[in-house]
Structure formats: structure tokens, C-alpha cells
């Protein structure tokens, strides 16, 4: 007796290509943060203009992905990285820093990064309410909050850095979940090295707020 359940086609095809999508997603996710452990190995001795010119080049590659998406799928992949490895470099001298003060905090700023990215990502991927109505919000409050900082360099505010790192985290937390439901909803395969850019800076910047709190933290004892 047949127990298989026909589904039409076009489900069936939906279906594959958004498991392929997700796949290839997260496969392009851990290349990039692999050649960002690289390039971070190879800029641990890289000064603050060094580091200021890579930030400069890896967003240059960034942008080059915007157009070559929908050009060449083989350029896209080759810009991403090139992100990766160039965005590696530029954060070097800030992780040569903290593992210098506190190697504990990197190693800590990490597993709460895994388990921040697992919750709000598995949250914005099994959300069926859409999302994107909130993305704009998160956008705008993401601009906001670089003023923020503009400002904290200029005028000190008691536990400026703390809010700052706090306020990061509540962005990110949304901006997680839109990108992982954008991930759900997607089937343009030719989409994946830009979303898993994307999905990568969200990774990074968790990182970098977990590690300005728990190294602060550790560093004002």
C-alpha cells in the first residue's frame, strides 16, 4: 500500500528550493566566517589605519555584491569573500585587543552570540506574521543609534558604552529576525551570498556588542 501524501508540484518545487536556498545560506555563512577568522589571524598586528582601510575595502565589496546579484552568481560569491576576509582584518586590532586584556571575554561574547542568533533567528524563521513593517523601524533606529555613537565620542555619558551595546542588541535582535524570515520567504537561489551577507553582519555586530559589554564588564572590576 502507497502511504506517500501527492502533493502539486509547484509545492513540491517551492519546498526543495527553500530547503536548497537555506542550505546553501548557511554554507555561505560559514565560509565568510571562516575567512573572517582568517583574516583577523593574519591582521592581529595590523594598525588602526590598516584596519580603517580594510572596513573601507570591505564595504566597497559589500556594495559591488548589490549589483553583481543579479549579473553573475560566481562574482557575488567571489565578493562575499573578499567581505569576509577584508572585514576579518579591519576587526583584528579590536579582537587582538580584547584578547589581550581578556581572553575569557571572547570565548564568552561567543556562545552568547550562538545562543542570541538561535533564538531570534529561529523566531524570525517560524514567524508567519510579516516582519517588514518592523525592518524599517529597526533600519531607521539602526541610523539613530550610529548618531549615538557619533555622540558618545565626543561627550562622555556614564554608562554610554553599556547603552549603546544594549540598544545594538535590541536593533539586531529584530533586524535577526527579518533576515532569517526573509530567508524562509525567499526562493531565488541567486539570493543566498546576499542574504548570508547579511546574515553574517548580524552575527558580527552581536558579537562586537556581547564582547563591549562583557569586556567592559571584566575590565572594570
Do not use: K
Not at 567571489?78 to 572585514?87: H, K
Amino acid at each position: 500500500m502507497d502511504d506517500s501524501i501527492a502533493y502539486p508540484s509547484g509545492v513540491i518545487t517551492t519546498r526543495d528550493q527553500s530547503h536548497t536556498l537555506f542550505a546553501q545560506t548557511m554554507a555561505f555563512v560559514a565560509g565568510t566566517a571562516g575567512l573572517f577568522a582568517l583574516g583577523a589571524y593574519l591582521g592581529r598586528d595590523l594598525t588602526g589605519g590598516g584596519a580603517i582601510i580594510a572596513y573601507i575595502a570591505s564595504f566597497a565589496a559589500l556594495i559591488g555584491m548589490q549589483f553583481s546579484a543579479r549579473r553573475s552568481r560566481e562574482l557575488t560569491i567571489g565578493l562575499l569573500a573578499v567581505f569576509g576576509l577584508l572585514i576579518g582584518l579591519a576587526v583584528a586590532p579590536t579582537l587582538s585587543f580584547y584578547a589581550g586584556q581578556d581572553p575569557q571575554a571572547l570565548w564568552q561574547s561567543g556562545g552568547a552570540t550562538a545562543l542570541f542568533i538561535a533564538g531570534f533567528g529561529a523566531a524570525g524563521y517560524a514567524t508567519r506574521r510579516d516582519l517588514s513593517v518592523l525592518a524599517r523601524y529597526a533600519f531607521w533606529a539602526l541610523v539613530a543609534l550610529i548618531g549615538f555613537g557619533i555622540v558618545l565620542i565626543f561627550v562622555s555619558i556614564p554608562n554610554g558604552a553599556l547603552i549603546y551595546a544594549v540598544l545594538g542588541l535590541v536593533i539586531f535582535a529584530v533586524l535577526t529576525m527579518v533576515d532569517f524570515q526573509r530567508l524562509r520567504r525567499n526562493t531565488d537561489l541567486n539570493s543566498a551570498p546576499l542574504i548570508a551577507a547579511s546574515i553574517f553582519l548580524d552575527i558580527l555586530n552581536v558579537f562586537l556588542f556581547f564582547l563591549s559589554i562583557l569586556g567592559g564588564r571584566s575590565n572594570s572590576r
